[in-house]
């Protein structure tokens, strides 16, 4: 199995420290608000990377964080009045949620920073011990240029960054490429006290104690979205190479950017959209479907086209299974002839070009397209006819290296005419009664169904999507 390490930027042989096991650490969301669909991208990537390890054998320690104390956390819970406590928690369930409908599995653990302060604090201290922090005033800075290798993941100079940064007015630094590991309290700001001052920890500082404290010294795989390279990865192996005295991790993965109609995504653009507004439209299996369409590290391009036709696709893997599952209970038992078992090597050989495919730095575009020939065969080569044990030896190779995938192959139970009927009249006398909290979700559980309403002068229609 091969990986595209960023570190080396080269594919390379897969071998963990420890046989057998996988150490991999994912950088998680700063919770301040709803995540979006940009967000959703290396959550939904990563998640097969695990799926797919453990689909090999290995045993996988998977650590992804919550960053829970921030300058736009600080921002919104001032903004409402209430505390960053209360806001955190808030987003924090909403990415479980969003996480949990996108069937992205959850985390060995998932940290919070504000739970790890006191880790901060030691690491901090260690690499004061060492020479490579300093204090000024109440802030801790990393020198930067004491780190010999500093730039080895992002390819990036330090003279060169020196030469394009802008040092402001009083500045304390020994080196304008020196960056924050702690600093003091402003008003309105939460705080935890330390030997310099009473505040809280830069952004970068968290990953690597947490990382260290869940996975060790040393882990396999770090990962996350390519934005993350500089600074944030680059300054997360300056600190924990020099705090530990090794590497930090063999395996650097990130994925590329996703765009919205080919332009990249912003609110100004009038292009942004978070996971919840996608819901509104379509199940976020869609989303996941669409999200594995290309190799994790291609830009990727968001459009209502392009996620119709996803839906489409993904609809065919169910209607094949659904149709075997069908054929199966009109089967009998028998022994498996000739013919058939030609069928099951040509099953078994999409197998392996599946795996080739994974192995091959989780091209997951091309492993869809094997799912494909897969239901091809079966549409074309299997019939009532066949005996029991063929049926479901199909079924279940298919919807096996779809759960690696994160793809549920089970359709969902479609409503019938009069229960639409009757919920819509449940609807209606929920907004009669002006329990208007009933009648949304009524309308809601019709939306997931497929069913549209419409309020006209005649009354509610409905239609299917």
């Known amino acids: 199995m091969k990986l595209y390490n960023t570190l080396s930027k080269k594919k390379e ?85 969003d996480m949990k409908a996108l069937n992205i599995k959850t985390a060995t653990t998932h940290p919070k920073a504000t739970e790890e302060i006191e880790g901060m604090v030691e ?62 309290k402003k008003e309105g700001e939460p705080a935890w006290p330390s030997p310099w001052s009473e505040g809280r920890p830069g952004w970068h500082i968290e990953c690597s104690v947490m990382s260290k404290k869940y996975l060790g010294d040393q882990i396999d795989i770090h990962a996350g979205g390519e934005d993350l390279v500089f600074p944030h990865h680059e ?21 590329a950017f996703l765009n919205v109609d080919n332009k990249k995504m912003s609110k100004s653009e009038g292009n942004f959209f978070t996971v919840k507004e996608i819901e509104e ?104 006819v066949n005996g029991k044990s063929v049926i479901q030896k199909i079924i279940d190779e298919i919807t096996r290296l779809c759960d690696i995938l994160g793809i549920v192959t089970e359709q969902e139970e479609q409503l019938l005419d009069d229960e639409i009927e009757n919920l819509i009249k449940e609807r209606q006398e929920a907004r009669k009664n002006k329990d208007f909290k009933r009648a949304d979700e009524v309308r809601d559980l019709l939306t997931q169904k497929g069913i549209i309403l419409e309020d006209t002068r005649e009354g509610v229609r409905w239609k299917r999507a």
């Open 281 to 384: 439209k379509y199940s976020l299996e869609v989303l996941r479907f669409f999200m594995l369409s290309v190799h994790y590290r291609n830009p990727i391009n968001f459009s209502r086209e392009l996620v119709e036709s996803a839906k489409t696709s993904l609809e065919r893997i169910k209607t094949a299974v659904f149709n075997l599952k069908h054929l199966i209970e009109a089967a009998e038992d028998k022994l498996v002839s000739e013919e058939e078992s030609a069928v099951l090597a040509e099953f078994e050989e999409l197998r392996n070009k599946y795996v080739a495919a994974m192995d091959d730095d989780f091209n997951t575009a091309d492993a869809i397209s094997v799912i494909f020939e897969m239901v091809k065969l079966a549409n074309t080569k299997i019939t009532s």
């Open 123 to 184: 690491l901090i201290q260690t690499l004061m011990d060492k020479g490579y922090a300093y204090e000024k005033n109440g802030t801790v800075y990393f020198r930067t240029r004491k780190f010999e290798s500093y730039g080895k993941l992002s390819k990036r100079n330090l003279d060169d960054l020196e030469a394009g940064a802008r040092i402001a007015v009083n500045e304390e630094k020994e080196d304008p490429m020196d960056f924050v590991l702690w600093k003091p």
């Open 235 to 255: 300054n997360e192996i300056a600190q924990s190479e020099a705090a530990n005295g090794k590497e930090f991790s063999k395996y650097w993965l990130h994925n």
């Open 13 to 97: 042989e897969f071998v963990p420290i420890e046989e057998g096991k996988v150490r991999m650490y994912v950088c998680g969301p700063t919770v301040y608000n709803d995540i979006h669909i940009g967000n959703a991208r290396p959550m939904i990537v990563f998640d097969i990377v695990r799926r797919y390890l453990e689909y090999k054998g290995y045993e996988v320690n998977y650590v992804s964080n919550f960053t829970d104390v921030d300058d736009k956390i600080i921002k919104k819970a001032n903004e409402e009045g209430v505390s960053c406590t209360e806001i955190s928690e808030r987003y924090i369930a909403s990415v479980k949620e």
